[in-house]
């Protein structure tokens, strides 16, 4: 079965950087598009990053220039490098994948940006 598994998520100064990590099971990792999305308290879900198959990226308005996915087809694990961290980035982040059709979550990571 289909299994995503984030780490790296924790709290850090405004200004300050993390890295998410998503490991995949189940699926052909190479032939997926990857993405990361991302739920503050009270709002919806909103897509952060996407990474193709063939490596093309889409990025939110929001995190341009400071975000950065990233794929290692040999560990099966998407990565989401975030750079000059603000406290509205606090949120739980979600790794996902779209297998035939249907949406596969990780368990969530917490990020929380704070001084």
């Known amino acids: 079965q289909v299994q995503l598994v984030e780490s790296g998520g924790g709290l850090v100064q405004p200004g300050g950087s993390l890295r998410l990590s998503c490991a995949a099971s189940g699926i052909i990792f190479s032939f997926s598009g990857m993405g990361w999305y991302r739920q503050a308290p009270g709002k919806q879900r909103e897509l952060v990053a996407t990474?193709?198959?063939?490596?093309?990226?889409i990025y939110a308005d929001s995190v341009k220039g400071r975000f950065t996915i990233s794929r290692d087809n040999a560990k099966n694990t998407v990565y989401l490098q975030m750079n000059s961290l603000k406290p509205e980035d606090t949120a739980v982040y979600y790794c996902?994948?779209?297998?035939?059709?249907?949406?596969?979550w990780g368990q969530g990571t917490q990020v929380t940006v704070s001084s």
């Open positions: 990474i193709f198959s063939g490596g093309s990226t």
């Open positions: 996902n994948v779209v297998v035939n059709l249907l949406n596969f």
